[in-house]
């Protein structure tokens, strides 16, 4: 299984950005997918997650302007980034968590997107 990230760029504070994760592979079932930040030398940090069932959580810095979303017949999850602020600047990591057939818990990242905001 393979995550691929897009989507990432640089915008003016108030813009927007879409970020995609197209999941490539198979896997038997998924539990939530979600994106995350991860600076050099700091905790993981959660930005927004989504699970199968379509529960969504996000942070409360981003919470009114993000929206994380899915699509399972084209295999993507998206993050919809509207009124970026500065401080949202970062590189953007997408997870998938699940389980193969046999039951055994998976735990898959794809590459980070860098989302650069400029005032």
């Known amino acids: 299984v393979q995550l691929q990230a897009s989507g990432g760029g640089l915008v003016q504070a108030g813009g927007s950005l879409r970020l995609s994760c197209v999941v490539s592979?198979?896997?038997?079932?998924?539990?939530?997918m979600g994106w995350y930040l991860q600076a050099p030398g700091k905790q993981r940090e959660l930005v927004a997650t989504?699970?199968?069932?379509?529960?969504?959580t996000y942070a409360d810095s981003v919470k009114g302007r993000f929206t994380i979303s899915r699509d399972s017949a084209k295999n993507t999850m998206y993050l919809q980034m509207n009124s970026l602020k500065p401080e949202d600047t970062d590189v953007y990591y997408c997870?998938?968590?699940?389980?193969?057939?046999?039951?055994?818990?998976?735990?898959?990242w794809g590459q980070g997107t860098q989302v650069t905001v400029s005032s």
């Open positions: 997870n998938l968590r699940g389980r193969t057939m046999f039951g055994r818990d998976v735990d898959y």
């Open positions: 989504i699970t199968s069932g379509g529960t969504t």
């Open positions: 592979g198979t896997i038997f079932k998924i539990n939530d």
